[in-house]
């Protein structure tokens, strides 16, 4: 209940507010006897503009050039806003919104070019045309459906609340929203193409209006005249016919006899005829035919391709008719760019590019012109210069002369997708060069899935990488350079000394590290002149030296373990296979690296250059021992760049690294009573299998301890440490002199240096007396291996070299994780499932009977038939997410980015038809897991119905995965069906290398 001291204060309070209301009121009345009104939004200010040009018989654009005294066709917000108060005589409220709207990006001053788009924008323009709107929404509608929007889609996000409409800020919101809008659409366009649609101008767009410009949008200027679904029909005939389209094309070139003359129906029936028959050739020429002359012309020729073109057409047929096309005109196109004040080394934008394309290429739209600039854009630098233009349209008018020639030499047709330009002299071009023209037959555009998350030089596919590589040579040519450097990784202009390619935060180096002023970047040649990625003897064990920096022991000792087997670094046997894929060793000459890891079961290639991190001329990182070779510097460094920097390879497990290196399944075990067996015995047993299974697999292997400082072991120091990653280089048994049968180890500190102490050590006892015994084994092993084709292991010498032996009991008392690749031989298949996590999944059962009766159906869900004769089939099945170390920011064991997950396989009975609740699994990934990647281990399946359920620890949690079914059997033996919609399968693949046509592959053996 209220006092009476309450209701007084609010009544002061009450009185106060009148008291304001009322000043508000005088203060209005005010302005609008003045003629000014308090709120002026940006029709209004637009409009004011407009009127005072007209009544000062000025045009708008005058105002700017009236600011721009200089000619110097930029202004400063306040010089533009004097100008808008002393000659249009505008209100102070009106001369601040107009300086809001040219000033988009709010950096005080306005271009010429700002400022007359803005005019086109709100169409108050008098001195030019006003396509600048209609521009601006043809390359967001473009934009929007490259990023795989239709329109209902894109309204629907744009509107996330229903209310029917969208404004100029939940359009502008949205567009921003979307990866890379900044490559296809500045600020103002963004502006630009919400003007031209909000037509009513009351600042809201509803639903209907949104889809009407939408889809009023023409895709090209002939579209009333060049049917599409004919052109379809046509399409298709072609296809059935085996005519790919730019050879059909290349023909009708090659069958002009003179620049200047066009297509006749005459010379079209002589080509076409070959392939298809008189109503077909007909219905074709008319449609090339669209300004029905009875002819056709370059121009008619472009605007056809471009509508007809499809997946794998090339776009280097326009470029030959191009050259043509200048050659009708008696011209270069040196001098045709010259007219247009565009010079060798002119910089072209896509905005820039597309101006010129639409007389120069006849490109009918913005999407065109973008997709031709792509094309030529091979670095993905965003521009593409003149010269690149000028040595395109050249070497297409070289090859069509060759072409031509050799066609009036043998009077036959030579169909364009047959002809093997190795064949002929390709003239003035070297090596490199051929093999980048004959790359481009088969890769003509870059889109987003070419490339690795925003990374410029880091490729999901062989040819895109070397493509790009072979431009960056051409480029260094052209510009008489010798090495390239590396934009995105090591110093450059804005970074000096590299800082954010070796730390998380580029201002907060780790202590204990050099300050980044004082590093330096060193190429390998000024370090060491005759350098080898591996020398002649191969990779060893023990090339492999840590760096005290940085704390990635796991990765120097999966680099360790990979030393046993050269193939997993350099395979001889295939140029597209290996760390170092021989593919690209060429490039080294110019100072490019490209190393191949795998990513979520994809290939990945980083390309790096050769500079090294180095603090008082040595190398600040890992290092192989001997000064020549360089494999450990150089994965390490493509490692580094692939995960953002050097520190983000702090911490983490050996059987991550193995899989990223090899794409070879991995797994951790972990011994120790909670994960296997409370009786030491089984215990025992179990990592004794696992060696065993090692040996004979030819696993690759590493261990580690748990927790964190020096192994004791009764007291005793044991030079070991928890925490730290050992690579395990070879496993036997050694018979002594007393006919003891003793099970050893050997295993390598990444360190280089730094040994086991106890049994079996160096200086040990039994070291002592079973030292000659030990070397009698590696001599006969390695004979052995060399015998079988198999790769031998390296001899064992004493000293502290960081190579060290313990026997199994040892091993036993120490390491608890074991990390080993699961080996499956080449009769072994796989099927991979993509998919994800979302907030409608329940997670894991609780001991609640509804919670159980839901689990199979709150989750994903993936029915597995199994049906074959084959006896004693297998399965193994792996899950594994993102990792988080792509993370820049995130560490390790990235509690947040990775999803505890446990993965259940039930087997349902006769009768059956779908798990109905929660029940005792067959298999299962035994603990949930925070880690990347988890397995079950291979078991032996029946002919039977399976159900495999992933679950995460607890509802509401997101995050993709791939889950792997690998099985041993024909795969006709396996059906997998999801109850998820956002997922598929992958059909086992025979692995193909561009490499291996013929074509490329005599050019690659000549470099």
């Not at 472009?302 to 470029?319: A, H, K, L, Q, R």
């Not at 509690?895 to 997950?901: A, F, P, T, W």
């Amino acid at each position: 209940m209220k006092s009476i001291d309450d209701y007084k204060k609010i009544v002061i309070t009450m009185k106060k507010r009148v008291k304001l209301l009322q000043q508000e009121n005088q203060d209005l009345k005010r302005l609008q006897q003045e003629k000014v009104y308090v709120y002026s939004d940006r029709y209004t200010a637009i409009k004011q503009l407009k009127k005072a040009a007209k009544k000062l018989g000025l045009t708008t654009e005058m105002f700017f050039r009236a600011a721009d005294t200089k000619s110097m066709e930029i202004v400063t917000t306040k010089r533009l806003g004097e100008i808008f108060k002393t000659v249009a005589k505008l209100h102070d409220n009106y001369v601040q919104e107009l300086l809001n709207i040219f000033d988009v990006d709010e950096s005080g001053s306005i271009t010429r070019d700002e400022y007359y788009q803005t005019l086109e924008m709100y169409q108050i323009n008098e001195e030019c045309g006003s396509n600048f709107n209609r521009n601006s929404y043809s390359k967001f509608i473009y934009f929007l459906k490259k990023e795989q929007y239709d329109g209902i889609i894109g309204f629907i996000k744009m509107d996330p609340n229903k209310l029917g409409y969208i404004t100029r800020e939940m359009f502008v919101a949205f567009t921003q929203s979307l990866n890379n809008w900044q490559q296809y659409l500045t600020l103002r366009e963004i502006y630009s193409a919400y003007q031209y649609m909000d037509i009513s101008e009351n600042e809201q767009i509803s639903r209907e209006e949104y889809l009407q410009a939408f889809e009023k949008l023409p895709a090209l200027p002939q579209a009333g005249k060049i049917q599409e679904q004919k052109v379809n029909v046509l399409r298709k005939v072609l296809l059935i016919k085996g005519v790919r389209l730019s050879s059909f094309v290349l023909e009708l070139m090659l069958s002009i006899q003179k620049p200047e003359d066009g297509i006749t129906i005459e010379v079209f029936y002589r080509v076409a005829k070959q392939y298809l028959d008189k109503k077909e050739t007909l219905s074709l020429f008319k449609l090339m035919d669209y300004q029905e002359r009875g002819s056709i012309d370059y121009d008619e020729i472009m605007s056809f391709y471009y509508m007809t073109m499809s997946y794998g057409d090339s776009f280097e047929i326009v470029f030959t008719i191009l050259a043509r096309k200048l050659q009708a005109m008696n011209m270069s196109i040196e001098k045709y760019l010259k007219q247009e004040q565009i010079y060798a080394e002119t910089q072209l934008t896509v905005e820039q590019f597309s101006s010129i394309a639409y007389d120069l290429f006849n490109t009918p739209n913005y999407e065109i012109s973008s997709k031709l600039f792509e094309a030529m854009d091979l670095d993905n630098s965003g521009v593409v210069s003149a010269q690149e233009i000028i040595t395109y349209t050249n070497d297409s008018l070289k090859n069509y002369s060759l072409l031509l020639r050799q066609k009036s030499q043998t009077q036959t047709t030579v169909m364009f997708e047959d002809f093997d330009s190795t064949q002929i002299e390709i003239a003035n071009l070297d090596i490199e060069e051929q093999l980048l023209f004959e790359l481009k037959k088969y890769k003509t555009t870059f889109s987003d899935k070419d490339r690795f998350q925003n990374f410029q030089y880091i490729f999901t596919n062989e040819i895109s990488c070397l493509l790009v590589c072979l431009q960056i040579v051409e480029n260094l040519k052209l510009s008489k350079q010798k090495y390239w450097e590396d934009p995105e990784f090591g110093s450059h202009k804005m970074d000096p000394f590299g800082a954010n390619s070796i730390f998380r935060v580029e201002n907060l180096p780790i202590t204990g590290w050099p300050d980044a002023k004082d590093l330096c970047w060193q190429r390998i040649s000024e370090i060491c002149g005759d350098w080898v990625f591996m020398d002649e003897n191969g990779a060893n064990a023990n090339d492999v030296i840590q760096s005290h920096y940085l704390g990635d022991c796991w990765l120097i000792s999966a680099l360790s373990i990979i030393a046993g087997n050269d193939k997993y670094l350099v395979d001889q046997s295939d140029i597209s296979k290996g760390l170092y894929p021989k593919l690209f060793h060429f490039l080294s000459k110019y100072g490019i690296i490209v190393i191949k890891f795998n990513k979520m079961f994809r290939d990945v290639y980083v390309v790096i250059d050769d500079r090294f991190c180095t603090y008082n001329n040595k190398l600040l990182f890992a290092e192989c021992r001997s000064e020549r070779e360089w494999w450990v510097q150089i994965i390490e460094k493509a490692y580094a760049k692939l995960h953002t920097c050097y520190e983000s390879l702090t911490s983490g497990d050996i059987s991550q690294a193995l899989f990223d290196f090899t794409g070879i399944p991995c797994t951790r075990h972990v011994i120790d009573e909670t994960n296997i067996t409370k009786d030491p015995v089984e215990r025992k047993k179990f990592l004794l299998n696992l060696f065993e299974i090692g040996k004979q697999s030819k696993a690759l292997m590493g261990c580690s301890a748990h927790g964190t400082g020096q192994v004791l072991l009764n007291s005793e120091e044991t030079g070991l440490y928890r925490g730290h990653a050992y690579s395990i280089l070879h496993y036997f048994h050694l018979k002594d002199d007393q006919s003891r049968i003793h099970k050893l180890i050997m295993l390598r500190n990444p360190w280089g240096f730094g040994e086991w102490k106890l049994k079996w050590s160096d200086y040990s006892q039994q070291m002592n007396e079973n030292f000659e015994l030990i070397q009698a084994y590696f001599k006969e092993e390695i004979q052995r291996c060399k015998e079988n084709g198999d790769e031998p292991p390296d001899p064992y010498a004493l000293g502290d070299d960081g190579i060290f032996i313990m026997n199994f009991k040892s091993f036993h008392n120490v390491f608890n994780n074991i990390f080993m690749s699961v080996n499956l031989d080449e009769k072994w298949s796989v099927m991979r499932i993509y998919d994800s996590f979302t907030k409608e999944h329940l997670g894991t059962p609780t001991k609640n009977e509804r919670s159980q009766a839901l689990y199979p159906f709150n989750n994903p869900r993936y029915t597995i038939r199994i049906n074959h004769p084959f006896p004693n089939k297998k399965i193994y099945i792996t899950l594994s997410q993102r990792d988080g170390r792509l993370d820049r920011q995130a560490k390790y064991p990235y509690e947040g980015k990775l999803v505890k997950i446990i993965m259940c396989l039930f087997q349902l009975q006769q009768n059956e038809t779908e798990l109905t609740k929660f029940q005792k699994p067959v298999h299962d990934s035994k603990l949930l897991s925070g880690r990347r990647d988890i397995d079950m281990e291979v078991f032996s399946v029946q002919n039977a119905t399976y159900v495999l359920i992933p679950s995460a620890h607890k509802p509401n949690i997101t995050g993709d995965y791939v889950i792997s079914v690998y099985f041993d059997f024909p795969p006709n033996g396996i059906i997998i069906e999801s109850s998820t919609n956002n997922q598929f399968l992958l059909q086992p693949k025979i692995y193909t290398s561009l490499m291996q046509n013929p074509t490329l592959l005599k050019l690659f053996n000549k470099l």
